[in-house]
């Protein structure tokens, strides 16, 4: 099956500062790669996006990049603020329904 | 939309005690999942279902595991007997559509097996 590794496990950021999560995946057949970010006691939100059809995508301040010969794809937070401490976790689907998760980072923004 | 619903948000039980978790997906989703999620393993597929139908269940760690989802607007995760490895956090999510993989979680149930 697909393998999902995921880094940093923790990253610590100045707030305004920029953030970046890597992540690697396994199965050459995956083409649906989301970002999901979870709050404290609360489930894992989609927060961004992006298909093998696609190399970059942003949505304000968070951008991911893919590269598909490399199998990497990464998120990035700039202009880091305290509300985007969280734990955030890569995915991909080598079908189109049982997305892999990566094992998580947990991001902390220090005002 | 009030989003995913799960019930109960604790729960507290003892080993050998039957547990039922709950869930009401987004009105109009037809795929519904449920997750398992824990520090050592991470967020873990147990099964899912399309249009009520169980499709993918192979992620249920064994048969003390079962999942009902007897109408459009309702599952039930149970453990029956229950053991102190199954405590974790379960999450329910739904989506749409073919190539359903944009997931809207629910809040998650908390459980713990003294």
């Known amino acids: 099956g697909e393998n999902v590794e995921q880094h940093p496990s923790t990253l610590s950021v100045q707030e305004g500062d920029s953030a970046v999560i890597k992540c690697t995946y396994s199965d050459s057949a995956s083409n649906y790669f989301p970002w999901y970010k979870q709050e404290l006691g609360k489930g894992p939100q989609l927060i961004i996006d992006i298909r093998s059809n696609v190399g970059e995508k942003k949505d304000q301040r968070i951008a991911v990049t893919l590269n598909k010969t490399a199998k990497h794809f990464s998120l990035h937070i700039t202009e880091t603020q305290p509300e985007d401490s969280a734990v955030y976790f890569c995915a991909a689907n080598p079908n189109d329904y049982k997305l892999s998760f990566g094992a998580g980072t947990t991001v902390t923004v220090r005002a | 939309d009030a989003g995913v619903i799960q019930s109960p948000r604790h729960e507290v039980t003892e080993m050998g005690q039957e547990v039922t978790l709950r869930c009401k997906p987004i009105s109009g989703h037809d795929y519904l999942f449920w997750y398992r999620q824990t520090m050592m393993r991470g967020l873990e597929l147990l099964i899912y279902?399309?249009?009520?139908?169980?499709i993918d269940d192979s992620g249920m760690p064994e048969d003390r595991f079962s999942a009902k989802m007897p109408n459009a607007s309702f599952s039930t995760l149970k453990i029956q007997p229950s053991e102190p490895r199954d405590s974790a956090v379960y999450f329910c999510?739904?989506?749409w559509g073919p190539g359903a993989n944009v997931l809207t979680f629910g809040a998650g149930s908390r459980l713990t097996v003294l």
């Open positions: 999510a739904s989506s």
């Open positions: 279902f399309n249009n009520n139908v169980p």
